[in-house]
């Protein structure tokens, strides 16, 4: 094939999958199998692999993702990104609004009421209209460099759309930034996957969502499908080109091909800016991401700009939190874990219940002290609320729904794993098994805790380890050391590969350094 014939093809490729690519992610009518659209893209990638002359950054290939990328390169932010200072009642709202009137000196400001998603920060760069640096927040100075990760990320347009009736605004440099959600759905369905495969869960969408931007394998970060939802356009070569309108700059980056969430509301009305909060508050649990407030922000942004910035956070902006989501569920069974410290810790199993999009099984219950002072008893039934926490916890308890028979809750008087006695520590309100070296929680604790990525990091999940040691054939640390093939072989799903992975993971795991591997043995 001459070279023509390769680029007109690659064109063709281009051009077609994107076509497929709008009919799937934007109307959610495909118009093709998905094998005959891996076809296409595999075609696509194998010509794209001869001719790297021809590379584009916008070719829908990107959205793949490749098998190894680079460490991240830390890079400044043009503009520092800023954070929201929170407010949790009307009464402040209407106090900022005061404020901001007074420091403006009139009064009828117009306000823009958008989403608060739940979610990690992005910024985008655009050049010529051309996706060329996407960073992480960072510490709002300086970011990650994470552009081939977030290239997969469908709802990141790679070129902009010139939008109608407007100055070419996809010329020169733009920033846009948002926000990196991952739906509930696929939450559930990767934490369920990671059970399957013993990896521990990630505590919420947002957890995850930030862990998969920053995963190396941008393979594994298209199959994730991520959102990002826009909310922030700014120009960074001539910034009055743009409409001086927040609203205005919302619309438009819509059309250029971002997806900008929930529609957002301007008024200067501020019983029409509430009426909107209670809307949403109601509404956003049909959302299939995790939004936790609404972020007011003046429109205009000649007043954003002669209000200006405090150090941490705009003048011109602040986030309206809702209350955490909260459901009321039977109390079903209380378990005890024993962590490798030897510390008891509670856990309630409550009957399955919807909050915030994720099924609820379990919550924290803290400690003895804790049962005591919700005088909480079996069958009970518990109001359970989830904010950012790994693990939901308990607020209250419906003492009018309480069965006459039912039983206190107490702490048992032996380890519920080892049969030792606990003991409470002087201080402490936790109660301990001593029984630290034979105790097999403990002893799998440790071996756990030993092989995480800060420490040792062997690549090996808690079932590998339970396996392991239900097997006997690992007691304690240096165990690990003495495995052999053979030992392996006896794992269930342990093959050559998974077994040679193992042994050399547990080998490179001798060269981490002392220090390391001193935090991992838990001194
Ligand atoms: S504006 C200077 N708008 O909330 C303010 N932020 O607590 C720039 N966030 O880091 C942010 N939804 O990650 C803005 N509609 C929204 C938002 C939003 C979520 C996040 C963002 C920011 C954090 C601040």
């Not at 010529?128 to 977030?150: M, P, Q, S, W």
């Not at 954003?304 to 941490?312: D, F, I, M, S, V």
């Amino acid at each position: 094939m001459t070279r023509n014939n390769t680029e007109l093809e690659i064109e063709q490729l281009r051009k077609t999958i994107e076509q497929h690519n709008r009919a799937y992610y934007l109307d959610n009518a495909p118009t093709i199998s998905d094998a005959d659209y891996d076809a296409l893209m595999q075609r696509l990638l194998t010509l794209e692999a001869e001719h790297p002359e021809l590379a584009d950054p916008t070719s829908p290939s990107l959205r793949v993702g490749r098998d190894r990328n680079d460490a991240f390169v830390q890079v400044a932010h043009e503009r520092p990104m800023l954070s929201l200072s929170n407010t949790y009642n009307y009464d402040e709202i209407a106090e900022i609004c005061q404020r901001t009137d007074t420091l403006l000196a009139t009064d009828d400001v117009p306000w823009v009421a958008e989403m608060k998603y739940d979610g990690s920060s992005i910024s985008l760069i655009y050049e010529e209209g051309v996706l060329v640096r996407a960073v992480t927040r960072g510490d709002g100075t300086l970011g990650d460099d994470v552009t081939v990760n977030v290239r997969t990320i469908q709802s990141v347009p790679l070129r902009l759309r010139p939008v109608a009736g407007h100055p070419d605004y996809t010329t020169g440099r733009i920033e846009v930034r948002g926000e990196v959600l991952l739906p509930f759905k696929e939450f559930e369905r990767l934490n369920g996957e990671r059970a399957a495969e013993g990896e521990a869960p990630f505590a919420n969408p947002r957890n995850a969502a930030a862990g998969t931007l920053k995963t190396l394998n941008s393979r594994v970060v298209a199959q994730r499908r991520l959102l990002c939802i826009c909310y922030y356009l700014y120009a960074l070569d001539d910034e009055t080109r743009l409409p001086d309108s927040y609203y205005e700059r919302m619309q438009l980056l819509k059309e250029m091909g971002f997806d900008t969430g929930v529609a957002p509301f301007r008024s200067s009305d501020l019983s029409a800016l509430y009426h909107y909060i209670d809307e949403w508050d109601v509404q956003r649990s049909d959302l299939p991401y995790a939004t936790d407030g609404i972020v007011l922000k003046v429109d205009s942004l000649t007043q954003q700009r002669a209000l200006g910035n405090t150090a941490k956070s705009p003048r011109w902006a602040f986030a309206y939190k809702y209350q955490p989501e909260n459901a009321r569920a039977e109390l079903l069974s209380v378990d005890y874990q024993v962590g490798r410290s030897g510390i008891v810790t509670p856990v309630a199993n409550v009957e399955p219940v919807l909050i915030s999009g994720t099924v609820v099984r379990r919550a924290t219950l803290h400690n003895e002290e804790f049962i005591k002072s919700l005088d909480l008893h079996y069958h009970d039934y518990v109001y359970i609320e989830k904010g950012g926490e790994i693990i939901p916890k308990i607020t209250a308890v419906e003492t009018s729904l309480r069965r006459a028979e039912a039983e206190p809750v107490r702490l048992p008087k032996s380890c519920p794993a080892c049969g030792a006695p606990l003991q409470q520590i002087d201080g402490s309100v936790g109660y301990y098994c001593v029984n630290s070296y034979a105790c097999p929680p403990q002893i799998m604790g440790r071996i756990e805790h030993y092989c995480t990525r800060r420490a040792a990091d062997i690549n090996v999940g808690p079932e590998t380890i339970d396996a392991l040691f239900d097997r006997h054939l690992i007691e304690n640390i240096d165990d690990l050391y003495k495995l052999t093939a053979h030992d392996l072989a006896q794992l269930p799903n342990f093959k050559e590969k998974s077994i040679n992975n193992l042994l050399a993971s547990i080998e490179q795991s001798k060269s981490r350094g002392f220090a390391r591997l001193l935090y991992g043995s838990g001194i």
